[in-house]
């Protein structure tokens, strides 16, 4: 197991946002927290990352609880993080956005930055170019480099498909797949039903702090009911989802491959 919470509760102020949060995340995997705006997903991402105090319950990364350790230790300890709104520099290039994220060691550095654009060749192409002159999608793909650039055991994507277009977060997910394969755990924060089902093996759906379903792409596809009574209506992709369904090919080429086992996806330890 990469990352599990244990009833974690997290408060702003004196209101009590996350209401016992059990989630595990084991190597290999892809899980979601799916849910509205406001349900909790980017405070467990930020309690994980030790930016929120956890009040009660418990944070652990491979075996060790790191419940109270500052951010940088966490990070150290190989977790990821790409904020949600990504948070790039957006005056900085290309390269230069990737470079803040390297180590002193100018060997590592480069290792990384390799590393990095091998990833996402556009990024490569793109090296001198303004991260403000980059679409939506390669502004996602020059956050999620920027965190890999540690090579984190686990990465924490907070709503990357936000503000997107369809064939982008299709891109973006294809690389979070990826990602996984080769051997970098993900969890991902997402109310885009698509984006979600199309990469995650499986989700939990979050509502008020709390995430009492859980469940694999496979049975939450049949189940439309749970996702609009905790997406809404506005959110959901039936209408997309229905269509692939009936033509027999769920997701059609955005499904994770249906044979890919964990045992196969747990090359990462
Ligand atoms: N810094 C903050 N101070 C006070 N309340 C906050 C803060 N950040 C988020 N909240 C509240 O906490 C709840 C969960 O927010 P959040 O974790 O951002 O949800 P999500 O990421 O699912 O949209 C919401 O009710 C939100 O208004
Ligand atoms: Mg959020």
Redesign the pocket.
């Known amino acids: 197991m990469i990352l599990s919470l244990e009833q974690l509760h997290c408060y702003?102020?004196l209101?009590h946002?996350?209401r016992g949060v059990t989630l595990n995340v084991s190597e290999g995997e892809i899980v979601s927290?799916l849910?509205?705006?406001?349900?909790?997903?980017?405070?467990?991402?930020?309690a994980i990352m030790g930016l929120?105090k956890a009040q009660s319950g418990s944070i652990n990364i491979a075996g060790t609880t790191i419940n109270g350790l500052p951010p940088h230790d966490i990070c150290r300890r190989g977790v990821g993080w790409v904020p949600?709104g990504r948070r790039i520099f957006p005056h900085l290039t290309v390269e230069e956005n990737l470079r803040v994220a390297t180590y002193k060691d100018s060997k590592g550095r480069q290792l990384a930055l390799d590393r990095a654009q091998t990833l996402f060749p556009i990024l490569r192409e793109r090296r001198n170019v303004k991260a403000s002159g980059l679409s939506g999608g390669e502004q996602q793909m020059l956050a999620i480099a920027r965190a890999l650039i540690g090579s984190p055991r686990i990465l924490l994507l907070?709503?990357p498909s936000e503000g997107l277009s369809p064939p982008a977060i299709r891109e973006v997910m294809k690389v979070v797949r990826e990602i996984s394969v080769q051997g970098t755990a993900v969890l991902l924060?997402e109310?885009n039903i698509r984006a979600a089902l199309a990469s995650a093996h499986r989700h939990y759906l979050?509502d008020?702090?709390e995430v009492p379903v859980v469940m694999t792409t496979e049975e939450i596809q049949k189940r439309e009911d749970l996702l609009v009574s905790y997406l809404g209506v506005a959110a959901r992709m039936p209408v997309e989802l229905g269509a692939s369904r009936r033509a027999g090919h769920p997701l059609a080429e955005n499904t994770p491959e249906p044979s890919r086992t964990s045992t196969e996806a747990g090359r990462s330890a």
């Open positions: 702003y102020g209101s946002v996350l927290i849910g509205r705006n406001g349900a909790g997903k980017s405070t467990t991402i930020q929120v949600q907070d709503e924060a109310q979050m008020k702090g």
